[in-house]
């Protein structure tokens, strides 16, 4: 008896040692003002190699994707009190309290800020701790570890990739075949089962044309050139401007942005104030000998209302403005000459009130705002606003659109 009473208090004491190495002080967790996320780059022109979960629901090869940086404002508002206290302020959840502790389902734990894959079920092992524990991540690719010697103690903590998102720690007390130990936090995971994988699918192929648009910002655009061609075209938020272009054949690409203003306020937070000169746009990377600037200019003007200064719809501010980034002048030509046109004709009641700016760069916007209405049909401002846009055009452009739409069918 007392032979297991040693054994039973040394495993309680090995335990709390374990919880103590795992755990922060609750008091502890602001995060210093000198790593509040508020202060790096507003606009990321980083990229990361990671994989992604593809529109299979299949884990991608290593690809670049535009490193996810928001504000600390703008965190706060996409997480939740617990998730941003642990996973912007470098919290910990109490042991034995998080939700996916005890899931024993086969899947992957995606992060929640970013969506990225980070660890699959296969890897996860009860290590008695309180926390869901793994012995690998998904790929080396998604996670990155730093050394965190807060609280005295020499840790290594664990981040994710893509959004810097506080994880948790990794210890070497794992088991085979890593002898690794990832102690990570239920808040900032969320569990998608194998079966529904597909439903945080991303599309890779638009994810490394952001991702290259994001290293080099595009200060001189292309006019034609061979059976590539760019567009810059603004009409109030860019998600419906978006969905409107990628559904038209010959449209490879279209990427959601920021013109009219600098590098510096080129990030969403700052677009929305209003006073960045910039308007949310969108560049439509198209192939001219399928489709003609003239006809972008015509579907642009008939699925936005050009006579509504500052504002579509709901939206308002000149970040909504209807305006045309021309890149020479004969795309200052051609839009000022379908603009008269269709003053002349009366097509619309009021004058039109679009802009002729010259498109000094075009900055693409954060990750989460590409394809937007494609991966987010419910979303009510999508269903409620971008569809219908959607669905204008594919009537009345049969001939111009892609045989699928690219949105998900509902
Ligand atoms: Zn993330």
């Given at each position: 008896m007392?032979?297991?009473?040693?054994?039973?208090?040394?495993?309680?004491?090995?335990?709390?040692?374990v919880?103590?190495?795992?755990?922060?002080?609750?008091?502890?967790?602001a995060?210093s003002?000198?790593s509040?996320?508020?202060?790096?780059s507003?606009?990321?022109?980083?990229?990361?190699?990671?994989?992604?979960?593809?529109?299979d629901?299949?884990?991608?090869?290593?690809?670049d994707?535009?490193?996810?940086?928001?504000s600390?404002?703008?965190?706060?508002?996409?997480l939740?009190?617990e998730?941003y206290?642990?996973?912007?302020?470098?919290?910990?959840?109490?042991?034995f309290?998080?939700?996916?502790?005890?899931?024993?389902?086969?899947?992957?734990?995606?992060?929640?800020?970013?969506n990225?894959?980070?660890?699959?079920s296969?890897?996860?092992?009860?290590?008695?701790?309180?926390w869901p524990?793994?012995?690998?991540?998904?790929?080396?690719?998604?996670?990155?570890?730093?050394?965190d010697?807060?609280?005295?103690?020499?840790?290594?903590?664990?981040?994710?990739?893509?959004c810097?998102m506080?994880?948790?720690?990794v210890?070497?007390?794992?088991?085979?075949p890593?002898g690794?130990?990832?102690?990570?936090n239920?808040?900032?995971?969320?569990f998608?089962?194998?079966?529904?994988?597909?439903?945080i699918?991303e599309?890779?192929?638009?994810?490394?044309a952001?991702?290259k648009a994001?290293?080099?910002?595009?200060t001189k655009?292309?006019?034609?050139?061979g059976?590539?061609?760019?567009?810059?075209?603004?009409?109030?938020c860019?998600?419906c401007?978006?969905?409107v272009f990628?559904e038209?054949?010959g449209?490879?690409?279209?990427?959601s942005?920021?013109?009219?203003?600098s590098?510096?306020?080129?990030?969403?937070e700052?677009?929305?104030?209003?006073?960045?000169?910039?308007?949310?746009?969108?560049?439509?990377i198209?192939?001219?000998?399928?489709?003609?600037y003239?006809?972008?200019?015509?579907?642009?003007?008939?699925t936005h209302?050009?006579?509504?200064?500052n504002?579509q719809g709901?939206?308002t501010?000149?970040?909504y403005?209807s305006?045309?980034?021309?890149?020479?002048?004969?795309e200052?030509?051609?839009?000022?000459?379908f603009?008269?046109?269709l003053?002349?004709s009366?097509?619309?009641?009021?004058?039109?009130v679009?802009t002729l700016e010259?498109?000094?760069?075009?900055?693409?916007a954060?990750?989460?705002?590409?394809n937007?209405a494609?991966?987010?049909?419910r979303?009510?401002?999508?269903?409620?606003?971008?569809l219908?846009?959607?669905e204008?055009?594919?009537?009345?452009?049969?001939d111009?659109?892609?045989?699928?739409s690219p949105?998900?069918?509902?």
């Amino acid at each position: 008896m007392p032979v297991l009473s040693i054994m039973r208090t040394l495993s309680l004491l090995l335990l709390a040692l374990v919880l103590s190495a795992c755990e922060r002080p609750p008091a502890a967790n602001a995060a210093s003002p000198n790593s509040a996320p508020d202060e790096r780059s507003p606009m990321s022109t980083a990229t990361v190699h990671v994989r992604v979960i593809n529109k299979d629901g299949k884990l991608s090869e290593p690809i670049d994707v535009p490193k996810l940086v928001l504000s600390d404002a703008e965190w706060q508002k996409r997480l939740t009190k617990e998730q941003y206290r642990i996973g912007r302020a470098k919290g910990t959840e109490p042991a034995f309290c998080g939700g996916l502790l005890n899931n024993h389902e086969e899947g992957v734990y995606a992060c929640v800020g970013c969506n990225l894959p980070l660890f699959s079920s296969d890897s996860k092992f009860n290590s008695g701790t309180g926390w869901p524990s793994f012995f690998q991540p998904i790929s080396k690719e998604n996670v990155h570890e730093e050394v965190d010697r807060a609280y005295g103690m020499v840790r290594t903590e664990i981040i994710c990739n893509r959004c810097d998102m506080h994880l948790g720690h990794v210890f070497d007390d794992g088991p085979r075949p890593t002898g690794l130990r990832y102690c990570l936090n239920s808040e900032v995971m969320k569990f998608i089962p194998n079966a529904k994988l597909a439903t945080i699918g991303e599309d890779v192929t638009a994810l490394a044309a952001a991702a290259k648009a994001t290293t080099r910002p595009t200060t001189k655009p292309a006019s034609a050139s061979g059976n590539r061609a760019e567009a810059v075209f603004a009409g109030g938020c860019f998600w419906c401007v978006e969905a409107v272009f990628e559904e038209l054949d010959g449209v490879y690409e279209a990427v959601s942005g920021y013109a009219g203003g600098s590098k510096e306020t080129a990030n969403y937070e700052a677009v929305c104030t209003g006073a960045t000169g910039h308007a949310e746009a969108v560049k439509i990377i198209y192939d001219p000998s399928k489709i003609s600037y003239e006809k972008l200019l015509e579907v642009h003007f008939n699925t936005h209302d050009p006579t509504t200064l500052n504002r579509q719809g709901n939206d308002t501010g000149p970040q909504y403005r209807s305006a045309i980034f021309y890149a020479s002048d004969k795309e200052r030509e051609l839009a000022q000459a379908f603009i008269d046109d269709l003053n002349a004709s009366k097509h619309f009641p009021r004058p039109i009130v679009t802009t002729l700016e010259p498109l000094k760069a075009f900055y693409p916007a954060e990750a989460y705002h590409q394809n937007y209405a494609c991966q987010n049909p419910r979303q009510p401002y999508i269903s409620h606003i971008a569809l219908p846009k959607v669905e204008k055009v594919r009537a009345k452009y049969k001939d111009l659109v892609k045989p699928q739409s690219p949105i998900p069918a509902q």
